[in-house]
């Protein structure tokens, strides 16, 4: 069975820095795809970053390309996300996800296994 837990979420002012990691388990998941979504108070759950994990390809939202980067680490099974310039708006409940295919796409719809969501908040 598929595990994914997120840790690293806290609360960091804007401007700063925090990285959230995954940590998967339960299969061999060179040919999934990984992927990290958030989710705002009142609002829907939205894309914002994934990584194949073999090979490394990556796809971004617009609202974070520069400011985050998705990587992996192939010995630990665990998926990070490295968050940079964080703003108030990226106040969001984040979440890690796993794909049964290769191919990097942002609808949620498509992830098969979800972690438990670790929270994250950027004071102004």
């Known amino acids: 069975q598929v595990q994914l837990v997120e840790s690293g979420g806290g609360l960091v002012q804007a401007g700063g820095s925090l990285r959230l990691s995954c940590a998967a388990s339960?299969?061999?998941?060179?040919?999934?795809?990984m992927g990290w979504f958030r989710q705002a108070p009142g609002k829907e759950r939205e894309f914002v970053a994934a990584?194949?994990?073999?090979?490394?390809?990556?796809y971004y939202a617009d609202s974070v390309k520069g400011r985050f980067t998705v990587s992996r680490d192939n010995a630990k099974n665990t998926v990070y996300l490295q968050m940079n310039r964080l703003k108030p708006e990226d106040t969001a409940v984040y979440y890690c996800?796993?794909?049964?295919?290769?191919?990097?796409?942002?609808?949620?719809?498509?992830?098969?296994?979800w972690g438990q969501g670790t929270q994250v908040t950027v004071s102004s």
């Open positions: 990584i194949r994990w073999s090979g490394g390809s990556t």
């Open positions: 996800a796993a794909r049964r295919s290769p191919d990097v796409l942002p609808a949620r719809v498509l992830y098969d296994y």
């Open positions: 339960g299969r061999t998941f060179g040919s999934y795809a």
